[in-house]
């Protein structure tokens, strides 16, 4: 396996903030479930049945390579504790494969927007993510990673109910497309409630940050389909797109109205965050997500022209509990953890205002 | 609203609690629920989607046994993996793809919930899925072949009817 370290960098292709409308939507993501036709899935696999799905995936993906491009397994087992939740914070894997699998492991495309998961929920689960509004790009690419991969696999296959996954909310198409979007207007304007609301009609759920059940922070959601058997992958991306189209409409109306009549407050909301950012000793990783938040909307509304939103993608991803601990090389209780996290942000800010 | 136990959250779950005639209702945040678990069924253990999934079995167990049908799914298995029907009630999740076979004619009302559909439209392996691709485009082809007939363009039916005599022997010789 790889010594490729992932770990290392917080930056991810991803993160880059040069895909379309990169001032609202963070990030567009698409993720597929597939399993292997001979083998149980791995809630009830044995070791020896799960290790044999790991070195298959694994070898299906090495020859899926010259298709692909170049592909860096990983262990999960052969990384540390924070090592793997650097991985979830980072969105390259899922808290259930870095916390509850055996035998997983990971595929990563060198730019991490690639990631291929073993024996999570599903035995193949082909993760593509990708800066800004692109679902459709996320999901032209992970169908070809899956048919590059079926080229080397038999899956599970019904003619009627599709690609066979072990939860039945999955069945059909295993397809989860999803956008990350930051809405701070229509929090202020409490009008996020109904936006929410709305989005639960018509098919769609939301999520906070770090997928289900995680709770929303820094006014950044998670918007994803929930049916996948019935509609097509296309329609299903084309439903998300046109949804995820209108919320953004709907934030930048909220954006210019706060402007309009209440610019002055807004300002120094956001100006009032940057100075505690930037001089802050101790900040809790909630406050740090909040004004964020805060510095993210100044740098959109062009307040704050001293720094770009891929170092406030970046920032998010570096204040995260796993990360600190990782970037400072040490293991930290909450309080320390506190005081790293503000001198990280206050050195990144204050290097950039240079 | 507020989460009526911390105040401080926002209430995301609501429902009515009727013990011998006295009816409560509560008003709470998903972290509250959590800790107090026992007291909404259900929610021990956290509130999971598959928690959520075998409630809607239930109620097709329920809407069985009302229509006399006195099969026992409790009992089914399947061959495969050995997951008992009950066991797939508790966890909702399947053991293996076989179990979509052995459990399949209990599993509709379910999927009919959870997506509003039961039959997969969308995209078809490339190897194995063959056959599958060549009958959707003779359901397509048929179903085209009826409205030319309705709007009575014969000439156009025709040679759709020819196109679907070809797959349906391509098919078959294979």
């Known amino acids: 396996m790889s010594d490729f370290s992932f770990t290392e960098h917080a930056l991810s292709s991803w993160m880059k903030a040069d895909g379309d409308e990169s001032d609202i939507v963070i990030s567009s993501r698409v993720r597929i479930a597939r399993n292997l036709r001979t083998f149980p899935f791995p809630l009830v696999a044995n070791e020896e049945q799960a290790e044999q799905v790991r070195n298959r995936v694994v070898e299906a993906a090495r020859q899926a390579s010259e298709e692909l491009g170049l592909l860096y397994p990983i262990r999960l087992d052969e990384l540390n504790e924070i090592e793997r939740q650097v991985l979830v914070e980072k969105h390259l894997v899922s808290p259930t494969l870095a916390n509850e699998s055996q035998e997983a492991a990971v595929v990563l495309s060198e730019d991490e927007s690639l990631s291929i998961m073993v024996n999570e929920e599903d035995h193949i689960r082909i993760q593509c993510l990708y800066s800004g509004f692109q679902v459709k790009r996320a999901w032209e690419r992970a169908t070809l990673v899956d048919d590059a991969l079926e080229a080397h696999i038999d899956y599970a296959f019904d003619d009627r109910r599709g690609y066979l996954t072990s939860c039945p909310t999955n069945v059909g198409t295993g397809l989860r497309a999803s956008v990350m979007i930051h809405l701070p207007a229509l929090v202020m304007t409490h009008q996020i409630g109904r936006v929410l609301n709305a989005i639960s009609q018509v098919g769609l759920t939301v999520r906070g940050i770090y997928g289900e059940g995680s709770e929303a922070q820094g006014n950044l959601f998670q918007i994803s389909n929930q049916i996948t058997l019935g509609q097509s992958e296309n329609e299903i991306v084309d439903n998300l797109e046109g949804i995820a189209a209108q919320i953004i409409e709907y934030e930048r109306q909220a954006r210019s109205k706060l402007v309009a009549e209440s610019k002055i407050r807004l300002y120094d909301r956001v100006m009032r965050s940057y100075g505690i950012l930037t001089h802050a000793a101790i900040i809790d990783g909630k406050e740090a997500a909040q004004r964020l938040s805060d510095l993210r909307l100044g740098v959109d509304l062009g307040w704050i022209d001293k720094l770009t939103t891929t170092l406030l993608n970046e920032l998010t991803i570096l204040t995260q509990p796993n990360f600190l601990q990782k970037t400072f090389g040490a293991t930290m209780n909450t309080a320390e953890k506190d005081m790293y996290r503000a001198q990280l942000i206050r050195d990144r800010l204050l290097k950039n205002k240079e | ?174």
């Open chain 2, 1 to 174: 609203m507020l989460c009526q136990e911390c105040q401080q959250r926002p209430a995301t779950l609501h429902f009515t609690k009727i013990i011998n005639g006295e009816k409560n209702e509560f008003h709470i945040c998903e972290h509250c629920a959590r800790e107090k678990g026992e007291m909404i069924p259900g929610t021990s253990g956290g509130f999971s989607i598959h928690n959520l999934l075998s409630g809607f079995l239930d109620f097709d167990i329920a809407g069985k046994s009302q229509s006399g049908n006195a099969a026992q799914p409790q009992q089914l298995r399947c061959d495969e993996c050995g997951m008992t029907y009950a066991q797939f009630r508790k966890i909702g999740r399947f053991g293996c793809s076989s179990c979509y076979k052995h459990f399949d004619d209990k599993i509709d009302p379910l999927l009919k919930r959870v997506h509003g559909g039961t039959v997969h439209v969308g995209k078809v392996p490339k190897r194995g899925g063959a056959d599958l691709q060549v009958q959707r485009e003779i359901d397509t082809l048929k179903q085209e072949l009826q409205e030319r007939i309705e709007k009575q363009e014969f000439e156009t039916a025709a040679q759709l009817r020819d196109r679907i005599r070809e797959l349906e022997l391509q098919r078959s010789q294979r």
